[in-house]
T-cell receptor, first 110, second 115 residues
Framework: GESVGLHLPTLSVQEGDNSIINCAYSNSASDYFIWYKQESGKGPQFIIDIRSNMDKRQGQRVTVLLNKTVKHLSLQIAATQPGDSAVYFCGGGSNYKLTFGKGTLLTVNP | NAGVTQTPKFRVLKTGQSMTLLCAQDMNHEYMYWYRQDPGMGLRLIHY???????AKGEVPDGYNVSRLKKQNFLLGLESAAPSQTSVYFC??????????????FGPGTRLTVL
């Protein structure tokens, strides 16, 4: 099966800086990856996803990078804002089933 | 669209009591999932369903049962609650026929405490 893990449990950045949150996965057969944001007391909120046939995908202020060679996934948030403070976690898998990492708590300092 | 909704939001049970958590989605999704989320751990899949009338076991199915009698609803049952089932439970749904995405959309969660 798939194993997904995050590199750092916490990340603190200054408002306006760029944030990078990393994730590693184990199963080279995984063909779909996703990032979620979870605020305290709420359900996970979809941010961005990427298929394994892509290396990069951009959204509004967010970019996901996929390195299949080293089985690494990252989420980049541009110009981080206080409202970005939350737990971010990645997921990976195939055939409609996903395995999720534990999450990185992002704190944005004013 | 309401998306994915869950009932109830909070519940406190005594050991041995039973209860059912209800999940509903209005996105016409084929697949539905039940996860539990515990401190320091990622979401763990309990049971899932790939269509009306079908269910399957996930990573941590023991102590739980599910039913998918209607496409839009997915019920999670605890027949005899145990303190180890204290957790936050999330329902999710995915796939409306678009094969380009496997995005799972989550509900707001049910916080369950078993005393």
């Amino acid at each position: 099966g798939e194993s997904v893990g995050l590199h750092l449990p916490t990340l603190s950045v200054q408002e306006g800086d760029n944030s990078i949150i990393n994730c590693a996965y184990s199963n080279s057969a995984s063909d779909y990856f996703i990032w979620y944001k979870q605020e305290s007391g709420k359900g996970p909120q979809f941010i961005i996803d990427i298929r394994s046939n892509m290396d990069k995908r951009q959204g509004q202020r967010v970019t996901v990078l996929l390195n299949k060679t080293v089985k690494h996934l990252s989420l980049q948030i541009a110009a981080t804002q206080p409202g970005d403070s939350a737990v971010y976690f990645c997921g990976g898998g195939s055939n409609y089933k996903l395995t999720f990492g534990k999450g990185t708590l992002l704190t944005v300092n004013p | 669209n309401a998306g994915v909704t869950q009932t109830p939001k909070f519940r406190v049970l005594k050991t041995g009591q039973s209860m059912t958590l209800l999940c509903a989605q209005d996105m016409n999704h084929e697949y539905m999932y039940w996860y539990r989320q515990d401190p320091g751990m990622g979401l763990r899949l309990i049971h899932y369903s790939v269509g009306e009338g079908t269910t399957a076991k996930g990573e941590v199915p023991d102590g739980y049962n599910v039913s998918r009698l209607k496409k839009q609803n997915f019920l999670l049952g605890l027949e005899s609650a145990a303190p180890s089932q204290t957790s936050v439970y999330f329902c999710a749904s995915s796939y409306s026929g678009d094969r380009t995405t496997d995005t799972q959309y989550f509900g707001p969660g049910t916080r369950l405490t078993v005393l």
